[in-house]
């Protein structure tokens, strides 16, 4: 049998203590109240990832303000103390089951499908993100045009993390993750066709990175050390699947080098193959990168279904964390399946149809 021993070690994220480095990946779901609360059913989705033995889980993108933040109708918010209160059972079961939670919070910018908030949007610059919004998260056609965030709007959209991350504390999370990565606000300012800023935002990949550098600072400042923070970096993006920074691995120094500095605890990247060559030019996985850059923990998504590939990343150095999204959502017990040897059962494509919310169905699979 092939030796997977290094995915079962256990390891620290700053405060958070895992037992094994298998992770759930962020997935938008689209499951909450109108309003982003957390509801029953996404108890059970949650908890049956905890029972299947996944040592971390990662949670979908949660809005963290009453203003430009939320990317999809039905999506969860941690925007209130109420939509927090909500989350508490998540986290509880999660706790029960063993395991450990992260709140991942993200800001959609320009790439919103639906706010119940504001009828607009908001970007680094006034510029569309590319293709069309996902119909399986209730889209249609092109992005509009956003509006040029202002010095006050920035103001708000730190404020509005820093409150999210207290109230995530509040709940009872281990741990947040900042999302500044597939296209969404931050990763918005880090593209250079996306942000034609002339201010310090904008130009430099150092003044690209400096907002999400600011907000992790902030949440890292706010929330104590007692508390995992960290975030997730990318280059392509839900409307954009094919982008690679134009300064290539010299970029990815500065910005890696950038984050690591601001006294956060991890790294999360995810890619295509989250093993592959992050760059044409080069050899090194974009989460290879981040290790050398930042010096700080590591968490690598993309592409990981097969053990032996997930277990090559943790043996080479490259993460300390692997994270399962697809592979995770065919199989809630793929660390269990690991374990015993057992085979994986394929993705069921009816959990995208008509859009990607948590079915009654898919609870009711054997965990």
Same mark, same amino acid.
């Given at each position: ?70 990317? #999809?109708?039905?999506? /969860? ?6 939509? &927090?209160?909500?989350?508490?059972? +998540?986290? !509880? =079961? *999660? ?105 310090? #935002?904008?130009?430099? /990949? ?6 999400? &550098?600011?907000?992790?600072?902030? +949440?890292? !400042? =706010? *929330? ?144």
């Amino acid at each position: 049998m092939p030796d997977f021993a290094p995915l079962w070690s256990p390891v620290q994220i700053g405060p958070t203590g895992l037992s094994n480095r298998v992770a759930l990946a962020p997935m938008t779901r689209i499951s909450a109240t109108e309003d982003g609360h957390a509801t029953q059913k996404m108890v059970a989705y949650y908890e049956a990832y905890a029972r299947g033995g996944f040592g971390l889980l990662i949670t979908e993108g949660i809005y963290p303000d009453t203003a430009y933040s939320q990317g #999809y109708l039905f999506q /969860p918010g941690i925007a209130t103390k109420e939509q &927090a209160h909500s989350w508490i059972k +998540v986290v !509880e =079961a *999660v706790h029960s089951a063993g395991a450990r939670i992260f709140a991942q919070l993200m800001h959609a910018g320009a790439q919103t499908q639906g706010n119940r908030f504001v009828d607009s949007t908001i970007g680094p610059s006034s510029i569309a993100p590319k293709g069309e919004q996902l119909a399986f998260y209730r889209g249609e056609g092109p992005y509009p045009v956003p509006g040029q965030i202002t010095a006050a709007q920035m103001d708000e959209v730190r404020d509005g993390f820093v409150t999210a991350a207290l109230h995530a504390k509040a709940a009872g999370f281990d741990g947040v993750e900042i999302h500044g990565a597939n296209g969404y606000l931050l990763d918005q300012f880090l593209t250079d066709y996306l942000n034609t800023r002339t201010d310090n #935002y904008g130009g430099s /990949p150092e003044n690209r990175v400096r907002f999400a &550098a600011e907000i992790c600072r902030a +949440v890292r !400042e =706010a *929330v104590g050390p007692d508390m995992s923070v960290g975030i997730r970096i990318s280059q392509a993006k839900v409307s954009d699947n094919d982008h690679r920074w134009s300064g290539g691995a010299e970029e990815a120094r500065i910005i890696f080098e950038t984050l690591g500095a601001t006294g956060i605890d991890f790294i999360h990247t995810t890619e295509y193959r989250a093993a592959a060559p992050a760059f044409e030019n080069g050899t090194e996985s974009l989460a290879a990168l981040a290790k050398k850059y930042s010096g700080i923990t590591i968490i690598a998504n993309g592409n990981l279904d097969d053990p032996e590939t997930a277990v090559s990343l943790l043996r080479d150095g490259d993460a300390d964390v692997v994270a399962l999204g697809k592979a995770a959502l065919a199989n809630r017990n793929w660390p269990h399946r690991v374990r015993n040897n057992l085979a994986f059962d394929e993705l069921d494509t009816r959990l995208f149809a008509p859009v990607a919310d948590v079915k009654d169905w898919e609870l009711e699979l054997p965990a």
